[in-house]
Structure formats: structure tokens, C-alpha cells
């Protein structure tokens, strides 16, 4: 799998690229898989919950210097981890492209149209540089999306 496009289009280099390819690895892709090979391929499922837990802790973290009380950064945390922003994000760094799926979501476009799946999909991806990489660095790299920092920084207490 060459990834390097995607790399660089998010702005981070995986250490470890199995890391990205779980994170780019279907469940119907899996499961087709598994009827054929043996239990150890890993699709993104488990990362789309990590990085959902990384993603809010991020956007609290950011967040919390610009309002004076939890209401306003849940109701701003909201607008950010919505699933139609996030698909918004993949779409902008052309994620459906990348992710590795079966042939009949291949066939018909339903991967890469919608929203859910690209939401998680960009939900493994933050999951999957968390493991790579920690918390400090993944704050760092979703900080330059421009999509978050408008969100996040573009908006007064």
C-alpha cells in the first residue's frame, strides 16, 4: 500500500505504516477476508473508538482557553466532531480513495459516499497517529487541518 500522497496531504509520516493501513482497512473488507484467511487482519473499527475519545479530548483541550464555561465548548465540540464534518475533512484529503475496501462497496461507490464511513474512517486515522505517535504530536497535526483551525480558531469567547 502507498500512502505517502495521503501522508503527506494529512500532514504526518506514519513510524509504523500497519498502523495506517488498519486504520484505512474496512469491516466489510475484513470480512471478506476472513472467509479466505486467517483471523489476524484488523480493520479500523477499534481505532474509529480511539480516535473518537482522542478527537474529543483534543477539541475540549483546544477549546477550553476560548470559552468560560462547558456549554459553549460542547455546543462548539459538536459543530467539529460532527459526522458531516468529519466526512467533509476525509473528502478534502481524498481518504475514500485510499481506504481499503470489499469489492461490493468498491463496485458501488457506497464507501465512498457515505458520511458515516468516512467519518470513522478519519476517526481510525486520528486513532491510528495517536498509537504512532501520542497525544502531543496528534493535537499538533489535527491543529493544521485548515478545517479545524477555522472551526477552533476562528471563533471568540
Known sequence: ????????TIGYTFKDKELLKRA???NGWVNEQRSSDTNKIQSQEVF????????KLILVDLLVDKFENSGSITEEKK?????????????VFYMGK???????????DKIYDNNRNLAETLEALIGAIYRDAGF????EVIMKWPEVEKLVGGREG
Open 136 to 139: 502531543c504530536v496528534t493535537k
Open 1 to 8: 500500500m502507498e500512502c505517502k500522497e495521503l501522508e503527506k
Open 24 to 26: 484505512l482497512t474496512t
Open 98 to 108: 485510499f481506504m481499503i475496501t470489499n469489492e461490493s462497496e468498491r463496485e458501488h
Open 48 to 55: 474509529c473508538t480511539l480516535g473518537d475519545a482522542v478527537l
Open 79 to 91: 459543530k467539529i466532531e460532527d459526522e458531516k464534518t468529519l466526512a467533509g475533512i476525509s473528502r
